[in-house]
């Protein structure tokens, strides 16, 4: 151009997705979002459960079905090459939260102590999250553990019965 040059910087990103996690514990029968960020932004991103008896997803929600591990997988399609990225979903069922409000407290307690004086009867999912020892048997083994958990004791049913 008659004499004149100038220099400039090019960069190149590459197209790449990633998730907001890469393993996620979802407790049994709740729900999980999972975001995806895409480079280039606004491309459809199509979301894949390897086992749907144990969780699906839907636009990134995933609901958990049944206890497991699947692998979630995002991808999208852009200028004909494939990118995924995926998340490793373990559900398990909450140990000691028997009324089912997503957390073990005393209330989950005091249904305990009803249930073990014949008060009332745990039934189905209720029966086995109340098994906090997980040895097939609601008794004052697990009314003991759930004091002790709610005193700080410990933080985590499943890692005190190992």
Known sequence: YGGFSDTFEVNVETPSITLSDNEKIVILDKTYRISADTLPEGVNVVWESEDENIATVEDGVVTAKAEGETTITASFVYNGTTYKASCVVTV?????DINDDGVVNTTDLAQLKLHLVGATVLENKALAVADVSQDSAVDTTDLALMK???AGVF??????NR
């Open 148 to 150: 002790l958990y709610l």
């Open 155 to 160: 933080s985590d049913f499943e890692a005190n």
């Open 92 to 96: 398990k069922k909450l140990l000691g």
